[in-house]
């Protein structure tokens, strides 16, 4: 395989869990952490 490209794929796996955390986000699954009770409460674990 073609060196450049097995170092692209090779950090692109390296970084992979980063970017699975804003395609949960782009996804709509948000981490909120700051939500309180109150708001939990009213609208869920959206």
Same mark, same amino acid.
């Given at each position: 395989?073609? %060196?450049?490209?097995? /170092?692209?794929?090779? %950090? +692109?796996?390296? %970084?992979?869990?980063? &970017?699975?955390? &804003?395609?949960? &986000? &782009? %996804?709509?699954?948000?981490?909120?952490? +700051?939500? /309180?009770?109150? +708001?939990?409460? /009213? +609208?869920?674990?959206?």
């Amino acid at each position: 395989m073609n %060196n450049d490209l097995q /170092t692209a794929l090779d %950090n +692109f796996r390296c %970084n992979a869990t980063r &970017y699975a955390k &804003y395609d949960r &986000y &782009y %996804n709509g699954d948000h981490d909120l952490a +700051f939500a /309180t009770e109150k +708001f939990q409460n /009213t +609208f869920g674990s959206l």
